[in-house]
């Protein structure tokens, strides 16, 4: 959440006269908001779907070279896996990053809205 802050009030900051420019030629402060929350909406879906894909990814290494060593080391072979994929904790991990970047890009987008597209012009 922190660094997706980071990142849209330094993107606020960077494109603070394209911002003044799209005010200008009448762009409301709604408009802006949603422009920053589209885009933090498309980094809330990627790193959900990167985090879900990294996550499938260890669970199947974890039980590829996890078990055979487990095995090797107890003599126990009674289980098939080691760890379970979970369709409702891949949704809600995917949910939450979502969550969490539209929150954290709130500030930043109201931030952006807010700038006078006089001053924002003025700037380069």
């Known amino acids: 959440g922190l660094m997706i802050i980071n990142t849209m009030i330094v993107s606020v900051y960077e494109r603070t006269h394209e911002i003044g420019?799209?005010?200008?030629?009448?762009?409301?402060?709604?408009d802006i908001i949603r422009m920053f929350l589209s885009e933090c909406i498309i980094i809330g879906v990627l790193g959900g779907?990167?985090?879900?894909?990294?996550?499938?990814?260890?669970s199947f290494l974890i039980d590829s070279v996890g078990r055979?060593?487990?095995?090797?080391q107890l003599g126990i072979a009674?289980?098939?896996h080691l760890t379970v994929i979970n369709i409702q904790i891949l949704a809600a991990g995917f949910l939450i990053s979502l969550v969490i970047s539209v929150i954290a890009g709130?500030?930043?987008?109201?931030?952006g809205a807010k700038l006078d597209p006089v001053k924002a012009l003025r700037q380069l």
């Open 21 to 30: 420019i799209t005010k200008a030629i009448g762009a409301s402060e709604l």
């Open 49 to 58: 779907i990167l985090g879900d894909l990294l996550g499938v990814m260890f």
């Open 68 to 72: 055979p060593m487990l095995v090797a």
């Open 78 to 80: 009674d289980f098939e």
């Open 106 to 111: 709130i500030y930043p987008a109201w931030r």
